[in-house]
């Protein structure tokens, strides 16, 4: 079966990380008996944030926007290419004081575009990229997920369902501070039964 799976990573640490180790072992299981497609996206690597210029520029209708308005949303366009060709997203989200690291929000607010992603109708909103599966890798050192201090479960589900991808699954390794090897553990067996 082929197949294209968008990797995402938004952990700051390069090593170490509970939450990309666990996204690779992931994108292994799901891709090993399959010829998928690998896209890897590191929202630590750096993502620009919003600014007055993309505000602008995305404001402006198609066929009257300039070359600088063409720039302002350059990486706003390969994020969003990159999820329109994903069937499958992997989304590792570490929480951080309670919700997801910025470096994830400035990647969320560069695919979230009227016209693109989703589409303003008469009976409100409509996601746009439907027909998509999602995988939340969700970690956590203390916060309990889908506790009432976990901002980052539920927005993240928002969000997606928001541009249309309502197919989403949430693995959660949290509270690794207290119970870090029987969730480990809990959740590897999650993933190997994924590919079974």
């Given at each position: 079966?082929?197949?294209?799976?968008?990797?995402?990573?938004?952990?700051?640490?390069?090593?170490?990380s509970?939450?990309?180790?666990?996204?690779?072992?992931?994108?292994?299981?799901?891709?090993?008996?399959?010829?998928?497609?690998?896209?890897?996206?590191?929202?630590a690597?750096?993502i620009?944030?919003?600014?007055?210029?993309?505000?602008?520029?995305?404001?402006t209708?198609?066929?009257?926007?300039t070359?600088?308005?063409?720039?302002?949303?350059?990486?706003?366009?390969?994020?969003?290419?990159?999820?329109?060709?994903?069937?499958?997203?992997?989304?590792?989200?570490?929480?951080?004081?309670?919700?997801?690291?910025?470096?994830?929000?400035?990647?969320?607010?560069?695919?979230?575009?009227?016209?693109?992603?989703?589409?303003?109708?008469?009976?409100?909103?409509?996601?746009?990229?439907?027909?998509?599966?999602?995988?939340?890798?969700?970690?956590?050192?203390?916060?309990?997920?889908?506790?009432?201090?976990?901002?980052?479960?539920?927005?993240?589900?928002?969000?997606?369902?928001?541009?249309?991808?309502?197919?989403?699954?949430?693995?959660?390794?949290?509270?690794?501070?207290?119970?870090?090897?029987?969730?480990?553990?809990?959740?590897?067996?999650?993933?190997?039964?994924?590919?079974?």
């Open positions: 079966m082929n197949s294209t799976i968008l990797e995402v990573n938004a952990s700051a640490r390069q090593s170490g509970v939450s990309r180790q666990l996204v690779t072992e992931l994108v292994q299981s799901l891709s090993a008996d399959t010829t998928a497609r690998i896209i890897r996206r590191d929202t690597s750096g620009e944030l919003v600014s007055e210029d993309w505000v602008s520029a995305n404001q209708p198609k066929p009257d926007r070359a600088r308005h063409t720039k302002a949303l350059g990486m706003s366009d390969i994020l969003i290419e990159e999820v329109r060709q994903a069937d499958t997203l992997v989304i590792g989200v570490p929480i951080y004081n309670f919700a997801i690291p910025a470096s994830l929000k400035a990647w969320i607010d560069q695919i979230c575009r009227a016209g693109e992603t989703f589409s303003y109708t008469e009976h409100g909103p409509v996601g746009l990229l439907t027909g998509k599966r999602a995988y939340l890798v969700i970690t956590s050192g203390g916060v309990e997920s889908g506790s009432d201090v976990d901002f980052a479960t539920n927005y993240m589900k928002h969000v997606l369902g928001f541009i249309g991808i309502d197919d989403v699954q949430i693995i959660a390794a949290d509270q690794l501070l207290f119970q870090g090897e029987e969730k480990l553990s809990a959740v590897r067996d999650t993933i190997e039964n994924l590919a079974a």
